[in-house]
């Protein structure tokens, strides 16, 4: 079992927050597609035998890709491993690129996930982040979605949005309950390093919401979802029943990944690799025909470091027999550093799996840098 995600690293336009890898110079999506796959033929021995049950096209806006573009990339990828037949497709997309024909011909390239990037229904908060898109543009992009033959799609929203109130969160998940998606992953608004909004904090001209604000918005989605029958599965995921993402799920339970394009991280045998985050380096790389990655071995207090941040998001909790397997000083840290947070009630044991309250989520980082251990 094993998970492919390609990184489209282009945008129309940067996002205020946005810390991730992409360039809006559109003039290059040709060349680095053409670097992709030539990556994809490469590294097709990194999987060996394993059956991709997930592939993830992320970004950057994979959906700025034409449809040649596009089943030229699918092709490649079908040529080159062995996908198994029920394979979880996702496409992240954004509003301004969803049209009826497209819908459907991503759906007739195999796509058969989608995963939209709304943010807000407020033109206001779209504007102040520098989204492309505006709240009408969104209502159509659903509405489409609802009509296509994507039925399976994840909407991506944002709450503590800078000076929102709990009427402006609701108003965006009254919005998103007209429509049908069947996962939605929900993000607080935090300021990254190296984005605009971090400059614009440094020079006092934006302000964050308060983690009061930001606590009550958590917990109202928390509440709301469960009404509209969402299981929140994940700290910032709530999915139908029987729809949570396998592939992040698979980011979660540390089952390997091919990581493929600029910036993409992989993932197996306890090596994490990643590829350069620059578009032209990466095009170099291809030119000359020398692939190279920057890499780093997980040591036992890594892996446990990391079993403890992955358990504690899910609500499936840390596995017991996973714990099992750490020799017995880590073992020991863990329950010496947790022993309180079980008799507070936060963590919550059972035979098969130690969990976070869930009404602790909203500092579940916190939790878990709390249980970590510290190398010297
Ligand atoms: S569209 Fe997505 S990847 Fe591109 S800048 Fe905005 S948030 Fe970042």
Redesign the pocket.
């Not at 945008?11 to 996002?15: D, F, G, H, M, V």
């Given at each position: 079992m094993a998970g492919i995600y390609i990184h489209i690293p282009f945008?129309?336009?940067?996002?205020y927050?946005?810390n991730?890898h992409?360039s809006t110079q559109l003039k290059n999506l040709g060349n680095v597609l053409e670097a992709i796959m030539w990556e994809l033929d490469l590294r097709k021995g990194y999987l060996e035998e394993q059956t991709v049950e997930t592939i993830y096209l992320g970004?950057?806006?994979p959906s700025l890709l034409n449809i040649g573009q596009l089943n030229q990339l699918i092709d490649s990828v079908k040529e080159k491993y062995r996908i198994a037949q029920e394979v979880e497709f996702t496409m992240?997309c954004?509003p301004e690129d969803v049209t009826s024909e497209g819908l459907q011909h991503w759906r007739d390239a195999g796509i058969n996930r989608l995963s939209i990037?709304i943010q807000s229904f407020r033109d206001h908060d779209l504007r102040f982040m520098n989204?492309?898109h505006n709240a009408d543009q969104s209502l159509t992009a659903l509405e489409l979605i609802d009509e296509s033959p994507i039925e399976n799609y994840n909407v991506d929203l944002m709450f503590g949005l800078v000076d929102s109130t709990l009427e402006d969160w609701q108003y965006s998940l009254e919005k998103i309950s007209q429509f049908q998606p069947t996962h939605l992953s929900v993000y607080n608004l935090t300021i990254e390093e190296q984005t605009v909004f971090a400059h614009l904090r440094k020079t006092k001209r934006l302000e964050e919401n308060t983690t009061e604000e930001q606590r009550r918005q958590f917990r109202h989605a928390q509440n709301y979802l469960a009404q509209k029958g969402f299981q929140h599965y994940e700290i910032s995921n709530y999915s139908l029943p029987g729809y949570s993402s396998l592939h992040n799920a698979n980011y979660w339970k540390r089952i390997p990944y091919l990581g493929i394009g600029p910036s993409a991280h992989s993932f197996q045998d306890e090596v994490r690799s990643w590829n350069v985050s620059n578009n032209a380096s990466y095009l170099r790389m291809c030119e000359q025909d020398e692939y190279y990655c920057s890499k780093e071995h997980l040591d036992q207090f890594d892996q446990y470091n990391e079993t403890i941040m992955l358990g504690l998001r899910c609500d499936s909790g840390i596995d017991i027999t996973k714990l099992s397997l750490f020799p017995t000083e880590i073992r020991d840290h863990f329950y010496r550093e947790s022993e309180h947070m079980m008799k507070e009630g936060i963590l919550i044991s059972t035979d098969q799996s130690i969990r976070l309250n869930k009404d602790w989520w909203f500092i579940c980082d916190k939790v878990s840098s709390g249980l970590f251990i510290t190398k010297n």
């Open positions: 945008c129309r336009q940067a996002c927050y946005c991730f992409f970004g950057g806006t992240e954004n990037g989204r492309v």
